[in-house]
């Protein structure tokens, strides 16, 4: 089968890297590139957790055709922590135990990120309505609510990442 | 047997391709398709997709607008034109859906989807095809005969403006809330003159295989001022006619007796 070759960036280094026919982003996010931060849950753009951004804005990797994605800004969870500093959101998801076994955790992030890149000061509402795309069947949802809440007053969710 | 996809520059050349293979589909969001896609779907070999701008962009012509089929529901919500189909684009999925699913796969959209395209039908909208110069089809053509253009391009849909903001009402109907599938939708446009409906058009999402007009309601509505009584009357044939699909969410039967009610609240809410 015919390869392709996309160029684009993933968390501001450029990446180069050949995509079949039909490939989704999710896996040429995992498999080409090694990125193994955004999940696969359902294929079926229901569960959220392979959302990544692209040019600042929640997507379903799965869902997405992956050449589709040429010459675009990418940002998944492996480009939210600056070194050993953790974003904002990832201190608070820890220190709310927003996480319990995780696996919702990249696409909640990711969604979380979207919305404070854009409304640095949500209401509760504005949370709930920014992940209502993203299923958890751990935690309840409140301790995620409460954890972007958190991230949001601490006010340096916008600084890095 | 594994997808291949073909990129076209421009609309006209990826409508020629469209319509010379039966079992190519044109790439929109890729909400729909590409879940076909991981699912293994069979009926389809090829995936063609355009580059062109043109096709994401909305623009004001005569009394209404001309949304391109690339349009997303995100940059619907964000359109200062578009303020009456905020609401009806807000509904659709969530954030991230709404940023990739656009207008015109939302008209191809199969039942219990297909909200956008309730709307457009009571709004009248008309369907434009990429490289027919002539004049649109009316979106009621359009989706009855559905599966006849699924080898067809669609460039854009015109719409034309609800006279004033209270004119067009729209109500999706979910257990999920705020991001659930429908159990129906409901659009109503209500023109009044001199205190009397005018050219009422009602449209069901997700109660046929495709958004359809409720035809007994809009008699029911027409000439009559929208009070109590005329709601109860239009209430009362919610469903003539009508033989709504049991599905995952929701039975026939519940369908039935559910649409009556929030039709009369929908008839009934102030300006909003
Ligand atoms: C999790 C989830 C939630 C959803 N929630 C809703 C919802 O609440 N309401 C709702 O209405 N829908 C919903 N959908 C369905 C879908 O996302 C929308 O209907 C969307 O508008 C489809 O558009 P798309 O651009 O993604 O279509 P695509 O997947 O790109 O295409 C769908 C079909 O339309 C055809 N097509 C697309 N564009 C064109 C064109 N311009 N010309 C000719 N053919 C074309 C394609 O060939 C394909 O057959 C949901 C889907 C998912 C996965
Ligand atoms: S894996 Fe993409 S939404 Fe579930
Ligand atoms: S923590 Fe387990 S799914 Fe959310």
Known sequence: MAKKPVRFHLNGSEKAVFVE??????????????????????????????????????????????????????????????????????????????????YCTPGMLMAAKALLDRNPNPSRQEVVEAISGNICRCTGYEPIINAILEAAKSGDARHYG | MPVRVETYERLDEAARALASSRTARFLGGGTLIMRAVNAGDQSFDTIIRARDANWSAIRAEGDGFVIGAGVTMAAVVASRDLVFLAPVARSVGGPAIRNM?????????????????????????????????????????FLRDRERH??????????????????????????????????????????????????????????????????????????????????????????????????????????????????????SAERR
């Open chain 2, 150 to 267: 699924a080898t067809s391009l669609v460039q854009s849909v015109s719409v034309p403006r609800p006279r004033d903001a209270s004119a067009f009402r729209f109500v999706k109907v979910s257990r999920v809330k705020p991001k659930g599938i429908s159990l129906m939708s409901i659009a109503a446009l209500l023109p009044q003159m001199g205190g009397r409906l005018q050219g009422a058009r009602i449209a069901y999402g997700a109660m046929a295989p495709t958004p359809i007009r409720v035809t007994a309601v809009e008699r029911a509505l027409e000439g009559q001022s929208l009070d109590i009584a005329t709601i109860e009357r239009a209430a009362a044939v919610a469903t003539e006619g009508i033989d709504p699909p049991t599905d995952a969410l929701a039975s026939s039967w519940y369908r039935r007796e559910v649409a009556g009610v929030h039709l009369k609240r929908l008839l």
């Open chain 2, 101 to 141: 699913a656009t207008i015109g796969g939302n008209l191809f959209a199969a039942s219990p989807y297909g909200d956008f395209a309730a709307a457009l039908l009571a709004l009248g909208a008309t369907v434009n095809l990429a490289g027919s110069s002539g004049r649109g089809i009316p979106i009621d053509d």
């Open chain 1, 21 to 102: 026919d039909g490939q989704n982003l999710l896996d040429m996010l995992r498999r080409g590139i090694g990125d193994l931060t955004p999940k696969y849950g359902c294929g079926q753009g229901t569960c959220g957790t392979c959302t990544v951004l692209i040019d600042g804005e929640p997507h379903l990797s799965c869902l997405t055709l992956a050449e589709t994605v040429e010459g675009r800004q990418l940002t998944t969870t492996a480009g939210l922590a600056s070194g050993n500093r953790l974003h904002a959101l990832q201190a608070a998801f820890m220190e709310g135990f927003a996480a319990q076994c995780g």
